[in-house]
């Protein structure tokens, strides 16, 4: 697993894969707050389920998804944390 996690283009292609994924569930998130979601649920929780069905796996999701964006903002120019700006 480690000589997985050790090669630097699978993390960036991950990370990638993360922000894709992370920028369309915030997005329809953001729909579903404004009620303007395409998909008419029957949830007994609240009207936030994202694309995982449930509103706690949303919100941890989206927390990772937001923290590795802060992480990228905040570390763009340190070499050994950047994943993105990688050379």
Known sequence: AAMVISNLSLIKNFSIALYL???IS???SILQIT???PIKWDNPYNHIIGFLGN???Q???LGIFLSSIFCQIFYKNTKQISI???T
């Open 26 to 28: 915030l997005i329809y």
């Open 21 to 23: 994924v992370g920028a």
């Open 84 to 86: 993105i700006n990688t």
């Open 55 to 57: 509103p706690d796996f």
């Open 59 to 61: 919100s941890s999701f």
């Open 35 to 37: 009620n303007h979601d």
